[in-house]
Structures are given as structure tokens and as C-alpha cells.
């Protein structure tokens, strides 16, 4: 529900256009707003927060480790706290040590404090959601407290990401997948699936 404060300053006539950051859902009410104004007006949106990486198999070879404590870095820092997919080739020796290196890099985080309860208790249902999922390999183990989260890190095959939706959705909070890729020619297939929140 959309607060009354934004919905009567969305609805002012001397606005001409508004802007928003955040998820769809809370995107989609003042886009609502502003297409049914008696004038409507532009609205900018910066919706979701899934970015998916992807990185060759030779750059995770040569850079696994560096890679691997750069993408831990990026799902636990302060500003950008989204899931995030990271993609490598499960037949080619750098994603194990991709793996491994995650683990060692989560490890070293500590927790954070996620901004709202409504917003841990959704990271927590996601988490334990995709936990009961099926061949699901457990690289880094989220502990939560309250508000406060440490990273959620797992490894599935690209054919299950592609198979369960409830590995693409929407989520606030240090949680990611590493998708193995089997060879050159799946490596495209993850991404036509789309990602819903990108």
C-alpha cells in the first residue's frame, strides 16, 4: 500500500515527473499514480535489483579467487544488498576453485543489518524456500538474527536454475547463486530466461 504522503505528492499538479529506485511492487503504485493523473506524467523507474554476472571460463581460472571475494563484496556491501547470479562452467577446473574461494570469503563477513523487519523476514523466506529445493549445493550457510544476515550462497546446475523459478525471483538481502554452466553452448540459456526484478 502506497503511502499517503508520496500518493498526494505524486498527485500534486506542479509535479511533472517522478523518479523511483526500489523493487517492482513498490515501483508499480507511483507508476499507477502518475499514468492516471487527469495529465499524466513521465514516470522514471529504476526497478528491481537481479544482476546477473557472468564471467568466462578463462577469467575464472586465471582470477577466481579475486573474483570470487569481489562478488561476496558486492552481495554484502552497505549500498547494494541484491541477489546475484554468478555463472561459470562446472566441467572446467576454475569453478570449484570458485567455489571454495566464495566460501572462504563469506566466511570473513560478518552480518548486516537488513533496513526493515518486513524485509528480513522476506530474505528468510526466500532463503529457507530455496533451501528445500533439490540438488541445491550449499556453498556459504546464511545465519540471521532479527534484522542481521550474513551472505546466502549457492551452487545449482543451470538446468535446474532454468527448470525453478524460485531460484529468479526478487529478494532484498546477500543471497546468490553460483549457476554451473555445462558447456559453450548452454552458457546463453540462463540468460533468455529472464530475469523478473532486472
Known amino acids: 500500500m502506497i503511502d499517503a504522503a508520496i500518493k498526494s505528492l505524486v498527485q500534486q499538479p506542479l509535479i511533472k515527473a517522478v523518479g523511483f529506485t526500489g523493487n517492482l511492487r513498490g515501483g508499480r503504485a507511483p507508476f499507477g499514480l502518475c499514468s492516471?493523473?487527469?495529465?499524466?506524467?513521465?514516470?522514471?523507474?529504476?526497478?528491481?535489483?537481479?544482476?546477473?554476472?557472468?564471467?568466462?571460463?578463462?577469467?575464472?581460472?586465471?582470477?577466481?579467487?579475486?573474483?570470487?571475494?569481489?562478488?561476496?563484496?558486492l552481495l554484502t556491501m552497505e549500498a547494494v544488498r541484491h541477489q546475484s547470479?554468478?555463472?561459470?562452467?562446472?566441467?572446467?577446473?576454475?569453478c570449484q576453485g570458485f567455489c571454495r574461494a566464495t566460501q572462504v570469503a563469506a566466511a570473513q563477513v560478518g552480518q548486516h543489518t537488513m533496513l526493515t523487519d518486513g524485509i528480513a523476514a522476506a530474505f528468510r523466506?526466500?532463503?529457507?524456500?530455496?533451501?528445500?529445493?533439490?540438488?541445491?549445493l550449499e556453498v556459504a550457510v546464511n545465519v540471521s538474527d532479527g534484522r542481521k544476515a550474513m551472505p546466502a550462497i549457492r551452487a545449482i546446475s543451470s538446468a535446474d536454475w532454468l527448470r525453478d523459478h524460485a531460484f529468479g525471483g526478487e529478494v532484498f538481502g546477500p543471497m546468490g547463486f553460483i549457476v554451473r554452466v555445462r558447456g559453450t553452448w548452454q552458457k546463453g540459456q540462463p540468460s533468455r530466461r529472464g530475469w523478473k526484478g532486472s
Do not use: Q, S, T
Open 85 to 94: 547470479g554468478y555463472f561459470c562452467g562446472d566441467r572446467r577446473p576454475g
Open 125 to 136: 523466506a526466500r532463503r529457507d524456500l530455496v533451501a528445500d529445493c533439490a540438488d541445491v
Open 36 to 73: 492516471r493523473r487527469a495529465e499524466p506524467i513521465p514516470f522514471f523507474g529504476e526497478l528491481g535489483l537481479f544482476n546477473p554476472l557472468f564471467f568466462l571460463p578463462h577469467a575464472v581460472v586465471a582470477r577466481g579467487a579475486a573474483n570470487a571475494a569481489g562478488w561476496v563484496g
